[in-house]
Structure formats: C-alpha cells, structure tokens
C-alpha cells in the first residue's frame, strides 16, 4: 500500500516510512506519527533533530529534567555536562562550570596566577582558587611552586583572603538557530498531520522543502510573524500557558480572518515562538488546536 510522505511528497510503499516524534524524542516527544519517510526522516535528524538536541541551552534542561535518549538495553544514555570549557566571569576571574544533580550550574574557579615584585619583602606571588580546593596550606604551597617552577621550601604562605562571589549567571552567547528551526519543524508537521488541506498550500510546500534541504539558513526562515495586530490577538488567545510548568512543550494553531495560519510553539521555558504558515485564513479549521508534551511523564 501506497502513502505520500509530508516532506518530500513522494508517493512511496508504507514499509518506507517510520516513526517520526513531533516533539523530538531527546525532550521527551510524546506524540508520534507515520507520515514521514524514511529518507526524510534521517534527513531531518541529522540536519535539525541532532542539532537542537545538544544545544547547549536545551541540554541544561535535557540533565535538569533527567530526559535523556532511549537505550537498546533499557534505560537513558547519561546527558553530560552542557558548559564543557572556560568561562569568564563578571569578577574577571575564569571558570569551569560543572551542574549539581538537579542541572543547576555550579561555579568552579580556575585557578589564578599571579607573581609580582616588591621592593621590601622580595618575590611575592598570589594565587586566587575556589576554596573547595583549599585542601591544606601546605597543598597550596605545592600548587604554587609547582606552576612557578620554585622549591616549596623557599615558599612561605602570607595572608589568606576569603571572598564570597555571587551565584554563577551562565550566559551563552550563540545564535538560536537549532531553536528556531526545530520549532517551525514542530509547527509544520502538527498543522500537516492537523488540517488535511493545508497540504495543498503552497506555503506548507515551501516550508517542508526548506526543512529537508541540505542546509538551513536562520535568514531563509520568513515565517515570523511581526503583525502587532495578530501578536496581541495570539497573546490573548495564550493566556492558558501561563500556568504551564517549564517542562512542558507546546505547539498551537489557529487561523485569524484576514490574516492567516498562525503557530505557536513553546519548547521547556523558552519565550514563545510565533510563526506564520499561511496568508490563508483557514475558516473550516476549529477555533484553536493545541498539541500538549508534558516531557516528564511516562505516559504516551
């Protein structure tokens, strides 16, 4: 039997196609269809599923919320640390960022180097560390000689300064690509397998070809919508994710008279993204279709 994928729009036998998650599987999609190819499908893994997924920002709350990916033998693959390498912080000091079991960032300094002359007391140094690995005195006499290639007996330990620094505020500066094409995937697919008809829309045709090209540009994405207007009436018509918990996902479709197809897709507790499918007003459609994740549940 014969069935025609929502991407490539070839007509292909049904052992050609397989399980697609709407809401990726990596943060705990729920809600699976088969209308995507196979070909198609491993197009849209490696080029945006994959991507998105080890984001750095969605990996924080990947380990936050403990959703990591399936395993064959059972069980989740361990999501490692989202801030692997340096970061520098307010104080100037630079930092390792580890996260505690419950995902939150946790500060680590690196330790810090300084030698300058007096006139009085000689060569004197300064090292700045974290005091969890304040170990001894006689282990920071090690550490510091070591790094200034000096006998730790020639080494005297001075004044010991103890100064508390703030929270740790992790601000990743990186564009939001993955973020935004995962969420027009999202929004296309939920108004493919929602509004039969919207299929024969040109725009869909432009959106799902996009979505399977080679490579995805952020500037090729012309579906923002920017309409004051439409904005306040899509606000309004959101008020009911206000109450939502951050982990849960949702994508949203309504048609505004005079305007067009409007999506709405909320990732964990990310802002929420409004996209324009259509400039057509599509006045069959029920007056709103919500698709709602909830990412920690166990259930389908």
Known sequence: MKKVCIFCRKSKDETEFNDEHIFPAAIGGKYIINSVCSNCNKTLGKNIDNPFSKFKPILQLRRKYKIGREVKEGGQRNIGNPYSGKFLGADGHEYYCTVD????????????YEVFQTEDDGPIGKLSLSAKDFTSEEDVIKMFAKKNNRDPREIRLGKIEKNTTPALEVIIDMPSDPLIIEALKIAYEFAMTSIPYYSEDSN?????????????????????????????????????????????HIAFLTSISGKGLYAVVKIFDFSLIFLKLSPRHYNKLPKEIVLFNDSISSLP
């Open 101 to 112: 079991n419950d995902g939150n960032p946790i500060r680590n300094m690196v330790p810090k």
């Open 204 to 248: 869909s045709k432009l959106i799902g070809e996009l979505l399977i090209s080679d490579k995805i540009a952020i500037d090729e994405i012309n579906w923002f919508e920017q309409d004051s207007e439409v904005l306040t009436e899509l606000s309004q018509k959101l008020y009911f994710t206000k109450q939502l918990q951050p982990y849960e």
